[in-house]
């Protein structure tokens, strides 16, 4: 008899979310359809001046990743949850907390990482200055796991619940106040020319915490959500 | 509630109840399950089967009472990789294949030595369905899929809720083998049924949820 290792048990976890995410990839494409569609909004409905584009670039584009990101959440435990997987992961003998952050992992992956990717583009259609544009994607990269992990321990609390979608939003955006904050800080920093290492520093900080603490929380979440 | 407490007994639960919101849903009911037993638990519908399988899984807390797993109190990580608990929500991926849903679990819960996903797709006669997306198969395919996990995992214990339902005659037959090939083994099994589907084995011993109205 040959049990499997944690190290196995937690490249099978990210494997098979990330084969389930392929074999579904049309679903991938929602949420970057709706940033795209939500950022062009905005020109239309404030004018295409370029100046007071290129002053709330930043904010536009964060809040668009944060609400497309949110849009996706709920299916990170809700598919496993009602087909059964759940139990199978959390009666397996390993580590739940840390397959439960592999299964953070590939959701961060398929939704966030595209999003990233199409944010130079977004940032670009609304006019915002290169040399704050990097600053833009360092604070995404930094930003987005940091949501990931939030927004996962809030999935995990109120997966119990019956269409928590809207809950879940009302939970999660006062959370993602500071990291928008932070993250918009560092941008219209670099824009003025002024040092913008330091909100960044916070928003990485705030991330090695939430690394940590975040699978642990969701797991005591999910135990609980099973009870129901 | 009948009962013979057996020696050495790998399972065991004394007084063991379940109340949810103050409304019993079972108990209180003593039992015990040694090694190379089977113990059939049988009700109707709603007499509490799943919730008690999931409670000695460890999937909910118990109400009142006590449960004893080899010898000690039940802790969630004495359990984990020595149980299997076969729920009614198979934990199947729809769009994966059959081999892909099984090397996923063995990755999770080991393997038995000398098996390989694929073998044990054969013998619980999907042979040639291995490949295939389990969205494409039948209710009884998909189950038998699911009872592949029987045979992979190292498990001594094994929780089955309804292992025989969407199943036909062949397929209970799998199910009694694979049973009767466990107990051989020295393994314990817990086995509900709503009592529609005759189980042969007539050495398994039977326990009764009554129906609390």
Same mark, same amino acid.
């Given at each position: 008899m040959r049990p499997g290792s944690t190290a196995a048990a937690c490249a099978a976890v990210l494997r098979r979310d990330l084969l389930l995410a392929w074999r579904r990839r /049309?679903?991938?494409?929602f949420p970057v359809l709706y940033a795209l569609i939500v950022a062009t909004l905005f020109p239309f409905a404030l004018g295409p001046e370029d100046a007071l584009l290129a002053r709330i670039a930043a904010g536009i584009v964060l809040v668009t990743v944060l609400l497309a990101m949110l849009l996706a959440l709920d299916a990170l435990f809700r598919p496993d949850l009602e087909d059964g997987s759940l139990e199978l992961l959390l009666l397996a003998p390993q580590p739940l907390p840390l397959l439960l952050g592999m299964k953070i992992l590939a959701h961060w992956i398929t939704t966030a990482l595209p999003l990233i990717v199409i944010a130079p583009l977004l940032a670009t259609m609304l006019h915002l200055p290169a040399q704050a544009q990097a600053v833009l994607l360092a604070a995404l990269l930094l930003g987005t796991p940091l949501l990931s992990l939030l927004g996962a321990v809030l999935v995990a609390l109120t997966? /119990?619940?019956?269409?928590s979608g809207m809950l879940l939003a009302l939970m999660l955006l006062p959370l993602t106040v500071p990291v928008v904050i932070f993250a918009a800080g560092a941008v219209s920093a670099a824009e003025a020319g002024l040092p913008h290492l330091a909100p960044l520093l916070w928003l990485g900080a705030a991330l090695a915490l939430a690394l940590v603490l975040a699978p642990l929380a969701c797991a005591a979440a999910l135990r609980i959500a099973l009870d129901a | 509630m009948t009962t013979s407490p057996p020696t050495a007994a790998l399972l065991e639960a004394r007084g063991l109840a379940f109340a949810r919101n103050d409304e019993p849903v079972f108990g209180p009911l003593d039992l015990a399950l040694g090694r190379g037993e089977t113990l059939l638990v049988e009700g109707d519908n709603g007499s509490g089967k799943t919730t008690l399988l999931r409670v000695l899984a460890g999937l909910l807390p118990a109400g009142a009472g006590e449960i004893r797993f080899d010898g000690a109190p039940l802790r969630r990580e004495a359990l984990a990789g020595r149980a299997l608990f076969l729920g009614h929500q198979l934990g199947l991926k729809l769009d994966l294949s059959c081999i892909e849903n099984l090397r996923h679990f063995v990755a999770l819960y080991g393997q038995r030595d000398g098996l390989t996903p694929a073998a044990a797709i054969d013998q619980v006669g999907l042979a040639g369905y291995g490949d295939e997306p389990v969205r494409r198969l039948s209710a009884g395919q998909k189950k038998r899929a699911a009872l592949a996990r029987l045979l992979l995992a190292p498990a001594e214990l094994w929780l089955l809720d309804?292992?025989?339902?969407?199943?036909?005659r062949h397929g209970i037959a799998l199910v009694n083998r694979l049973l009767a090939a466990h107990a051989a083994r020295g393994g314990a099994a817990l086995v509900t049924s709503h009592g529609a589907v005759s189980f042969v084995d007539p050495s398994a011993r039977h326990l009764c949820l009554e129906l609390r109205a």
């Open positions: /049309g679903d991938a494409a997966a /119990g619940t019956y269409r | 309804e292992p025989f339902a969407n199943l036909d």
